[in-house]
């Protein structure tokens, strides 16, 4: 049984960074690809960041790119890190961690892409 568990959540000001940190059970078929999305306040869950299973090909939405970092602890990517810089009031939401064994990597901005997900972790912005 996979199971994801993310932290590294809080409440922060605008301007401040925060690191959320995934960590995956292993699994005999790993690398993950693994990725972020998250949901905000009477929205729908969008696709944040990914990265694939050869733990170099990473992947950002457009309002996060040059602010937020991915990064993978191993090889395997079973601990997967969102640095996130620059926050500001829109970046508040909760953040779900998301991994899949499947190679090849469908699309990986789709929720059905992934079969794992975590429980979130919140991110609270203020202004």
């Known amino acids: 049984q996979v199971q994801l568990e993310e932290s590294g959540g809080g409440l922060v000001q605008a301007g401040d960074s925060l690191r959320l940190s995934c960590s995956a059970t292993e699994h005999p078929f ?23 299973y050869d733990g170099r090909t990473v992947y950002y939405a457009r309002p996060v790119k040059g602010r937020f970092t991915i990064s993978s602890a191993n090889t395997k990517n079973t601990v997967v890190y969102l640095q996130m810089n620059i926050l500001n009031v829109e970046d508040t939401a909760i953040y779900y961690c998301a991994a899949t064994l499947s190679q090849p990597l469908a699309d990986e901005r789709k929720e059905l892409t992934y079969d794992y997900w975590g429980r979130g972790t919140q991110v609270t912005v203020s202004s």
């Open 30 to 52: 790993s690398p993950y690809t693994m990725a972020w999305f998250r949901q905000a306040p009477g929205k729908e869950r969008e696709f944040v960041s990914a990265i694939k």
